[in-house]
């Protein structure tokens, strides 16, 4: 294929195709669905003719009985087990117990961004099921700024995993998304999250679960038991917490110990878990890795029990990142605990199920040593209890035991459906991020350009594995980039070049445009696998740069990449007309190029993450976990929150448009004021040296009413002669006088249509509580006195008011 590419020229006489052979995978073929009895598929637990299969009366079983509660049938459950069958059921294989009726179950899925089959055979393709969506990675769907995007895309990838699930191709637990902020431009997971702001990454998070999980009309009332209210699909965050160091120098994520201040934790590491459990209801929660301030995520009694369950409410399962407990003997030698030790901390912790049993060489310590913890007194049978009461609660929830009626008729029908595939196409055209356009050199005018030139390596133009990113399942189709210009004009030559050389300068000066596609991929930038700079890698930046010599007409840069990328020497040199991030744009990603290209579709995403110049990475190692610059280290800020410094090559938020845009609204200022009530006491600030002190500097948000408000409307003008959506950024600055805060901080954001010519009025209401808090150094979250700035936008367009916010006491 690469030599055919590399010497192939398109002429209007001579199409030079290349095809790509899509290979059906034959593995879980049999049809067999997760609940399999002397050979027959079953689809729930409570089937009559099952148990009669089995030789046992289902009527003999309380917990077959859809009369009582969950909470009941769970306990007869749970109290039918022996001990040995109780711990063979905290792993993510987990056994089953046929005595009593109860089948095996595999709780490992993964659904990032489309169904995987990662892990250890729960989701299967092959015969009627051969694919799934396969939709662009997350850092893609967040540079969107659409939370109705994210809704449906997270809806899409259930009704899928429902449908394969009743086929007998997949389980009903996905251990998706991965809500982790990104703190350090060179962590390796950066294409799995939404990014680097806390806000972003939780309203991800809701948006995503609560269309994974929720059922339309199901579920009981306000008021009543969380526990009992129906499931879709079981959505996991995950990784809790502060972890986001995999692999960088001798730090792996194994051994590392985040050394975390609590301002920090509770402002960036834990605030989108907190969305993700109060606003979305999730029904599981991974801890991760990585020790915190010396102990183990995973046997963290503040994080899991108190934090987790007790104050944020969970209402489902803890699962381990797979390995984890075996880690803390193993890799951080935690205490010197032994398997037993770190069993009976990890579930007193709050932990109630360890995946451990698919990595080559890895043991599932629950069930390896969860009987010799609770025989020697380390470990109380009824915290084993608990952790089952846990998991089959949410698998009653998910009509493992007795269906869910209104989900049974999914089958392959609905699956890699054409309106899903529409779905990723328009997934991936939102998150398109234009980041240079010099004298409008795109969009491409298809009346002007009639030859074309793609250059590249092989993996970006025909990158029919590139754009699917990690964690990814078999997709339907791939569209690729050359695949998907080639249709819009016929007449181009894909020139492929190596790690080495490009000589593709005689190509480029007989053709009408050139196009170059670069950047990274998974072997630079994955899990397990941090970035050892911000570069373009294999000799990229020296071949784009010649060919931007040689071509006649200022060329077109569409770069490929989760993280930023420092592209300097593009952004400064006139003959690179323009740069469009591309990501990793899934299944459908070329024509979402394609059409971003030749204007099809106006661009209107924004960068979810700072782009730093490569020198930045110099200034502060990975393992320093702080947000904020640390002086006495000469540590830089980090994300746009604490650092707006020179080496930022393009800011967060950063996004350009084929339309000319304006801002206009006839708020000029506002103000509030907060009554103190005679419960709640003032709380102080670190305000700078010289300031005047305060009656009353701030008040306590946990004891709050919390109902004041500052509304506003923003008028968005489109001055252009194209429709297209522009993402409105809301931020808040405090007040100038407090000390340490952020320079401004992200607290909403809106996707908005406005047709060419018109304009379109955005209301937005802003709790005072929520979107003008700071967490202060004492980790008090606080309303602070004094006048803040609403923000909206940055760069060239931008408006702002200022809001003087009265305590009274």
Known sequence: MASSLRHCVLLASLLCAV??????????????????????????VCDPARFAAMGLEMGGFRYCDASLPYAERVRDLVGRLTLEEKVRNLGDRAEGAARVGLPPYLWWGEALHGVSDTGPGGTRFGDVVPGAT??????????????????????????????????GHAELTYWSPNINVVRDPR???????????????????????????????????PGADPFARPIKVSSCCKHYAAYDVDAWLTADRLTFDARVEERDMIETFERPFEMCVRDGDASCVMCSYNRINGVPACANARLLSETVRGEWQLHGYIVSDC??????????????????????AAMKAGLDLDCGMYWEGAQDFFTAFGLDAVRQGKLRESEVDNALRNLYLTLMRLGFFDGIPELESLGADDVCTEEHKELAADAARQGMVLIKNDHGRLPLDTNKVHSLSLVGLLQHINATDVMLGDYRGKPCR?????????????????????????G??????????????????????KEGNDREDLLLPWNQTNWINAVAEASPYPIILVIISAGGVDVSFAQNNPKIGAILWAGYPGEEGGTAIADVLFGKYNPGGRLPLTWYKNEYISKIPMTSMALRPVADKGYPGRTYKFYGGPEVLYPFGHGLSYSNLSYASDTTGASVTARVAAWESCKQLTRKLGTAPLACPAVNVAGHGCQEEVSFSLTVANRGSRDGTHVVLVYTVPPAEVDDAPLKQLVAFRRVFVPAGAAVQVPFTLNVCKAFAIVEETAYTVVPSGVSTVLVGDEALSFSFPVK???AV
């Open 19 to 44: 095809s790509v052979a899509f290979t059906s995978v034959s593995g879980g073929g049999s049809g067999l669905g997760p609940i399999t009895t002397n050979g027959r598929n079953y689809t729930k």
């Open 134 to 167: 396969s939709f662009p990675l997350v850092i893609n769907s967040a540079a969107a700024f659409n939370e109705t995007l994210w809704g449906a895309i997270g809806g899409a990838v259930s009704t899928e995993i429902r449908a394969m699930y009743n086929l």
């Open 187 to 221: 962590w390796g997971r950066a294409s799995e999250t939404p990014g680097e702001d806390p806000f972003v990454v939780g309203r991800y998070s809701v948006n995503f679960v609560r269309a994974m999980q929720d059922i339309d009309g199901a579920g009981p009332g």
């Open 323 to 344: 390995d984890s407990v075996r880690v803390m003997v193993r890799d951080a030698k935690w205490l010197g605990y032994n398997g037993v030790e770190a069993t009976a």
């Open 478 to 502: 791939v569209v690729t980039p050359y695949d998907a210009i080639r249709k819009v004009v016929s007449a181009t030559s894909a020139h492929v070049c190596d790690d080495g050389a490009c």
């Open 504 to 525: 593709a300068a005689a190509d480029v000066k007989t053709v009408d445009a050139t196009i170059v596609i670069a950047g990274l991929n998974m072997s630079v930038e």
């Open 805 to 807: 916010i009265e305590l």
